[in-house]
């Protein structure tokens, strides 16, 4: 393997970009909104005022209002970006529990981007049959390069969304245990989201709690499921229901893994992407219309950047509402109806992004038989997700039933009511809402479903 | 049932203990250490400068000292209990995660208590099959009356430390998903100790945390294992493995449950009642060597005065040490021996307290091996516990090499090194500390084993 930059050289050479954006006082569009929270009462994000868990009230402007001189800029950070392989580090803010996502090429190669977040002796690598092979040594000699004291054990688990259940999870408790893991020993999450949210949970409760490591190898796990600290495994009746908010002591991105990574995996990646975009990040979701060729060519620079602003935008998000009381709901466009798809059609059947991007086209959809949208925003979601060869729609087998049982156990359900994430308004602006005309809901549902 | 008296009522009535003691300096006992932790060091409590998790320095001398009016007092607090049916509240001091402990006769008749406690629309309380015959519809009564909007679901689980497992967990998931319940919905465990860390650890992970109410039946649960939120579920090598920190929204002691617990029950519980005594409060042991009559024959004013004064011992501590970081393992003592005495006789044979019991001798023994104190607290703990009709020495079956392969994975265990609570000192001082001598282990080990 290469030698190991030394540290300082990649402390100084850090990029770093702040999560925190400047607040602006909210758009014209914005309407008057009480700062205290209620069931199916409407928050308009990002540019109403909200209220958070913290009882923090936040102001938020899309981000092309709060940065009038981003478009140029977007252009310069790429190439910044191309031209140099050192990580850019984007901080999630969360007091005692921040952390750092790295992200760069090469970064696997850097032993001490990981080991300075390894505490104790003892390390346990949680991976898959997929990722295994192909980046599971790299890790290993990254974390004992130059470290004799570490003991570096790993768990490989069969790859896919169906064997996110408890069952699989037992394994990564067994192997702790076995291997006689205190509480000083860390978890290191390599492979995709499914991996990430397994390994983070088995952290959160192993023990009551031991360090972890994210290193997300696909897009979707590197621009969302990495980051923010939700964990979990699925339940035969729900997704995600069992788990815990657990944050990362590090990210850490190596953009080369991409290079293995099957395209409908990337697809998948890019319908996160997209999200960010449509819930509040207009200028990214232009980016992303004219650069989308360049992402699916995997353009080094393109990834990089994508993936970089998508952290930005989740970091952010996540900083202010870590627990999901109201602003983080809205990372969940598309997820109401892609989670009840994911649900009944069989877990790994059809990857997350797949069904959140059906899920995205029938919120959309939702939207505007509203009224809250026009139908120029529609044809673009549609053309960006169909450009990337994601789907448009649900499968055949859903039914509008189907799709009403599973969404009756979302989450995000409050006291029997079921709350969505709409677009309203111009593009980058959405809702987070129970309060909404349920015929447009069933409309949907029957303009998607043969029956 | 009784109908509820008026919430205002209850409140002026009150009886509020502060779990916060005023800080004295310590005693001459103290040995100098730095505020610094580091794996294997001793740290004296309640006599020394520890360093807590959170940075804070606290220096703490036993109860008596500071308080040394308390042994009159200690006498017209149980007078003042015995003549009064208001219930008294603990608090436990977590900031924004603060909750009170209220402990009084007949509070299940109290549905103001409860109801308080509840959020949202949906109450699962969990329980087991010895419980739900005597207090389930009691409790389903306190939450409903006068309160027609909530709805109260049941999962009756079967009894005892051998379903503390994760197969079992899943029933709680089962039921809340199957009736749907939402984020708002509030999980009560009503039973005792494998009920309560069960129920808290469902609470915990379930849509990634919700409201958690304690309701414990029996003494052990009362004194001990309902407050300071450590929930969890036992694994087939060790112990409590897998579970979370977790703190519920209120403990309701209701001390007339104890009028149907059987012996081997209550005296289950009197382990940890001694604990505290050993560990911290020397009065509080004094205390208890008059008194064990009085508990043994369910004396409500003796059983009221334990279970107070074990409470606002264990608040301070997890007040002062939530995550466990140092002197939160004190309340561990007895306890590697007692965990290793029921992972490998097996889950269920021995109750806990029995198993703390014996570990409790054998911790002190090692104690006095190590010179650290006299004969006469060795003494003094074998009689209280054999008054107690408490097991002093471990099974036939537990060997020198089963205590140390189970002990090897002990959740106290740091790089390695195993690390003890044992007393040092005068009555009502322990350490936590890796650096013992390894002969005094095995002396102990081979004193109390036949191989």
Redesign the interface.
């Known amino acids: 393997m290469a030698a190991a930059s030394p540290l300082p050289s990649i402390n100084s050479a850090l990029t770093r970009s702040s999560a925190k954006l400047s607040v602006a006082p909210p758009l014209s569009l914005s309407t008057a909104s009480s700062a205290s929270s209620s069931v199916g009462r409407p928050h308009l994000y990002p540019s109403s005022i909200s209220s958070l868990s913290s009882g923090r009230i936040a102001a938020l402007a899309p981000i092309s209002a709060r940065n009038p001189s981003r478009i140029p800029a977007v252009v310069d950070e790429v190439r910044e970006m191309a031209d140099s392989r050192v990580p850019t580090v984007v901080d999630v803010d969360l007091g005692s529990r921040s952390y750092p996502i790295y992200i760069g090429s090469g970064l696997l190669d850097e032993p001490d981007l990981l080991q300075r977040h390894v505490h ?2 003892s390390v346990l690598v949680v991976t898959n049959t997929t990722i295994a092979p192909l980046y599971l040594d790299k890790v290993i000699k990254a974390l004992t390069y130059q470290n004799p004291k570490v003991t570096v054990e790993s768990v490989i688990l069969p790859d896919g969304e169906k064997y996110k259940n ?1 069952e699989t999870l ?1 394994q990564v ?2 192997k702790a ?2 291997c ?1 893991m ?3 020993c860390t978890f290191v999450a390599l492979g995709g989201g499914v991996i990430g949210d397994m390994c983070g ?1 088995a952290a ?6 031991v360090n972890f490591i994210q290193i997300p190898t696909t897009l979707m796990a590197q621009v969302d499921s990495s980051v923010g600290g ?3 495994v699925n ?1 035969p ?2 997704k ?6 657990y944050q990362p002591q590090c990210v850490l991105v190596d953009t080369d893994t991409l290079n293995t990574l099957p395209e409908r995996e990337l697809a998948s990646g890019i319908a996160e992407v997209v999200k960010y975009g449509l819930i509040r990040d207009a200028q990214f979701f232009e980016w992303q219309e004219k650069n989308m060729q360049s992402l699916l060519a995997r353009d080094p620079s393109a990834l990089a950047y994508a993936i970089k602003r998508s952290c930005e935008n989740k970091a952010e998000v996540v900083s202010l509402d870590e ?1 999901e009381s109201g602003m983080r709901a809205t990372l969940n466009l598309g997820h109401t109806f892609g989670h009840a798809i994911e649900t009944a059609f069989g877990y790994g059947q059809w990857l997350h992004g797949e069904a959140v991007a059906a899920g995205t086209v029938m919120a959309v959809d939702m939207s505007h038989r509203l009224g809250w949208i026009d139908d120029t925003i529609v044809k673009r979601v549609f053309n960006i997700l169909q450009q990337a060869k994601l789907p448009t729609q649900p499968p055949e087998m859903m039914t509008v039933e189907k799709f009403k049982s599973v969404m ?2 979302d ?1 995000k ?4 009511l079921l709350r969505l994430i709409l677009l309203k308004g111009p593009l980058g602006c959405c809702v987070f809402t129970g309060e909404y005309d349920r015929k447009a809901l069933d409309e949907t549902l029957h303009a998607f479903c043969k029956n």
Chains 1, 2 share one sequence.
């Open positions: 104790g002796k408890m037992m408790f067994d245990i076995e006689r205190d509480r000083r949970f959160a409760s192993y023990l009551r709690g939700k964990t979990g339940h009746l729900g995600n229901m069992i788990g815990a908010f627990k009756a156990v989450k359900v409050a006291d029997g």
